[in-house]
């Protein structure tokens, strides 16, 4: 490479000389020099005939600065920079290579190439337009590095290409030659194009920038506010579907968004949309007042004349969420509705039910239900059995004679049963028959303000029905709690099941209000499987996803219910969702014991134990399984080895696992036949663990001691374990009178300390004193007033206690048990540290 620069630096000046010297220089003998060109990325070559070609006459006087560059190749190349601009090029080259006939320069047919900037030459060969030189490209080329040239090889300088990629004349050629610098040109120059297209980055919008929000932290109720807003302006109907769907599934009792996603919908006028969506917001909460009459006004708008579907939804609004203490509103609109389709039967039989509902607006449904009263004719709002009855209970107040006398059923004429009054009503009776009906009802009014008295406390104390992600205060917490505890009392179902929901509403978020319902539900005598069913999906899957409780409850709902499969579905959910939890291990284990899935036991138990992540968890586990292996499958020898292999894993760390050490000495002990050799080489491996500390050797010395005595004949090994026992004790004795003495020169130490900083903090008094002492004047008697000469020591001295005080320190950490309560836990031995020699005397 360092060849060519310098070659064709030469080649530069060169020319540079000719133009000065205005003369062509003469060709010696010599070779000319040899220059190689090695796939410039601005060159295209032309290949033209493979002949020597004589330059024309018109250009022998001309000024030129020739250069011969000869490779060993028969054909004659035109290389021009396809770079330039034609028109350019021909304006701008002058410069030729003369070569001479067949002469001894050029022998073996050689190849010369000739740098031309001439036109183009008529024998030059059809090319395709592949190669045709690129007509907008710039003229001047950009100066590179060596370092920043493509390598080239001889490999590289061939490429296979197809016929249809051949010159026309040339056409049984199978390679082209020295054509890879212009397609790896090409190839360069459009890569970055095609890399540009596949990695272009969509811009982030508005509503991806509100959508990361909410992704990054979904409890962000802010941002899915400002989403929520963003997507209704825009009224792109995917985009808000989306949005609402996704806020709706973790927040369904904002009633309020479930109007609005409706209004949407009714904007986009999709019908079938905005239906359903009312159907799922009063599905997820029922006890909303204003989401029924936003409901109900839109059925009456777009269902007019449906009248049959509209009596039944507002019914089943007052099924459902009659009773709550502000549903008042709801009841007028199907009231008045009523009153539109001229049903004034229907509309009395409303203000009956609504005189004996307990809410907020009960005196003013009294006062409506007067004027709806003295507004009709009775016989409009009563049915005709109502009616009859009413007027001869006013007929007999009035004790009517004649022509206004009600008939009785015995004096009416033959053939004339139905005409039941002789007469029209008179003003006097119809007062009367109106001020009965009022009546009526008062005494049922004033029984309901009765009951609303009583709870008109608690009412009050309601500060937030709606739902909301911030706390409640904790008065209002205490409020509902008291609040359901009266209902209860009262003992009517539908009220506390009305109250219940009314609770969890702006409660959702605390759990102890859905198990104080479920406790209620689960204390019935009769069956609620769809309202509890339908709590638990709210409160598990909602609400609270990660409650164990919640979740171990629904478990076992379900399996009494026979539906074992979910069971273990909901388990494995909650397992997902709070591993590592032993409770739920244990539950999902349990479970699948009691659905005689033996084998998925003990992977069950297996994979707990391998994916396990603390020891204590690990050993318990551990021994849960060992237990189930011997017990329930049998197999005491799969139990040893697994706990053997667990305290072979952790021998380090023995004194925090004591539990599995007395497991495997029991599951030693249970082998049948006993193998006593077996277990006391398990104690004794036991004891010589470095981890396990000296109470603990202490314990599984006498326990030894103890299963010797009972289960051998060995007197010798009777006598070692006692022996050893007695060891343990005098050393652990030892030790404790050694961390009695350091805890009391420690002690010792301390008071000192402290005797020491009460000098000092004296010394420091007395000095501040003198110094700032105000000297009065010597009196006549030669002291000083009575003031500095009293009071010095209580000044100085009041705020310390005396230096013979007792200061006491409590050294819990030091106190070890005695060695005889081991003998409280392991048997009635009294194996003492004095030396006796214990009991018989061994």
Request: hydrophobic residues 30%; aromatic residues 10%; contains cysteine.
């Amino acid at each position: 490479m360092a060849d060519q620069d310098e070659t064709v630096l030469k080649n530069e000046k060169s020319k540079e000389n000719g133009k000065m010297n205005d003369s062509v220089p003469e060709l010696d003998d010599t070779e000319p020099p040899k220059v190689m060109i090695t796939a410039p990325p601005t060159m295209s070559i032309k290949m033209i005939s493979n002949k020597l070609q004589k330059p024309s006459d018109e250009f022998d006087n001309k000024d030129s600065d020739d250069c011969q560059i000869i490779l060993p190749k028969t054909e004659i190349i035109d290389i021009t920079d396809d770079i330039c601009d034609k028109d350019e090029i021909s304006e701008e080259t002058n410069e030729i290579v003369k070569v001479g006939d067949n002469n001894d320069d050029i022998k073996d047919a050689q190849t010369i190439i000739t740098l031309k900037d001439e036109p183009k030459q008529p024998e030059t060969e059809v090319i395709s337009e592949d190669e045709m030189p690129v007509d907008n490209m710039p003229v001047d080329t950009e100066a590179v590095s060596e370092d920043e040239l493509p390598p080239t090889t001889l490999a590289d300088q061939t490429e296979i290409v197809s016929d249809e990629e051949l010159p026309s004349e040339n056409g049984t050629a199978k390679t082209k030659r020295c054509q890879v610098p212009e397609e790896k040109e090409g190839d360069n120059e459009s890569q970055p194009v095609k890399k540009v297209k596949t990695e272009e980055v969509k811009p982030i919008t508005e509503l991806d920038k509100f959508w990361q929000a909410v992704k990054d932290d979904p409890s962000d109720f802010a941002g899915w506010t400002y989403l929520l807003q963003y997507v209704d302006q825009e009224n792109n109907v995917e985009n808000a579907r989306e949005a609402y769907n996704k806020f709706l599934e973790l927040y369904p009792y904002c009633y309020g968004y479930w109007r609005k996603f409706a209004d949407f919908e009714k904007r986009s006028n999709n019908k079938e949309e905005c239906e359903e969506v009312f159907q799922r917001g009063l599905s997820a909460i029922p006890l909303s007042v204003d989401l029924w009459i936003h409901y109900m006004t839109y059925l009456k708008t777009q269902h007019s004349d449906d009248v049959d579907r509209i009596r039944s939804k507002f019914e089943k609004g007052l099924e459902t969420c009659g009773l709550e203490y502000r549903s008042d509103r709801l009841w007028d609109h199907y009231i008045k509705w009523e009153i539109e389709q001229n049903k004034l039967v229907n509309a009395f039989n409303i203000y009956s039910r609504l005189l004996a509902t307990q809410t907020l607006g009960y005196l003013q449904h009294f006062e409506n239900f007067k004027e709806f009263v003295n507004k009709n004719s009775p016989d409009k709002i009563l049915n005709a059995k109502e009616y009859l009855e009413l007027r001869q209970q006013v007929a007999e107040r009035m004790r009517l004679n004649g022509n206004e006398e009600m008939l009785t059923d015995d004096s009416a004429p033959p053939g004339e049963e139905e005409n039941t009054f002789l007469s029209d009503v008179s003003e006097k009776e119809l007062a009367l028959l109106k001020e009965n009906i009022i009546e009526s009802k008062q005494n049922i009014n004033k029984e309901t303000g009765k009951e609303i008295a009583k709870r008109q406390t608690f009412e009050e104390g309601i500060k937030r029905p709606y739902f909301h992600v911030k706390p409640l205060e904790k008065c209002q917490i205490d409020n509902w709690k008291n609040y359901i505890a009266l209902e209860k009392e009262a003992g009517d179902h539908q009220r506390i099941v009305v109250l219940y929901e009314r609770c969890l509403i702006p409660c959702a978020l605390y759990e102890d209000f859905w198990l104080s319902y479920l406790d209620y539900l689960e204390s019935l005598d009769f069956d609620v499987s769809d309202l509890l069913k339908s709590l638990f999906l709210r409160a598990c899957l909602v609400h609270h996803r990660k409650s164990p409780e919640l979740h171990l409850k629904w478990s076992a709902f379900e399996e009494s219910k026979g539906n074992l499969d979910k069971a273990a579905e909901i388990l494995k959910n909650l397992d997902d969702a709070v591993p590592h939890m032993l409770q739920i291990i244990y539950r999902r284990i349990n479970l699948e014991k009691r659905r005689d899935q033996l084998d998925r036991v003990c992977e069950l138990y297996e994979h707990y134990i391998n994916t396990s992540h603390t020891k204590f968890l690990t050993s318990n586990i551990a021994i849960k399984y060992a237990r189930f292996l011997w017990k329930c499958a049998s197999k005491i020898d799969k139990a040893i080895e697994l706990i053997a292999e667990i305290i072979n894993k952790d021998k380090d760390n023995m004194q925090d696992n004591a539990r599995l050490l007395l497991q495997l000495i029991e599951l030693k002990m249970s082998v049948e036949p006993l193998n006593e050799k077996s277990v006391i080489q398990i104690f004794d491996e036991i004891l010589s663990m470095s981890s396990v500390n000296l109470e603990q050797k202490i314990l599984f010395s006498q326990r030894k001691l103890e299963f010797i005595e009972d289960y051998t004949c060995d007197y010798t090994s009777l006598r070692k374990a006692t022996n050893e026992f007695k060891s343990y004790t005098e050393l652990l004795a030892k030790e404790k009178k050694k961390a009695s003495a350091a805890a009391e020169e420690e002690k010792s130490r301390i008071e000192k300390e402290m005797k020491a900083k009460q000098a000092q903090e004296i010394a420091a008094s007395s000095n501040s004193q003198t110094a700032t002492t105000n000297y009065q004047p010597y009196n006549s008697t030669g002291y000083y007033p009575q003031q500095y000469a009293t009071g010095y020591n209580q000044a100085a001295y009041q705020q310390y206690a005396p230096t013979g005080q007792d200061y006491s320190y409590q050294y819990q950490n030091w106190s070890y048990p005695q060695a005889t309560n081991y003998n409280q836990t392991w048997g009635s031995y009294n194996y003492s540290g004095t030396g006796s020699g214990g009991s018989g005397g061994y």
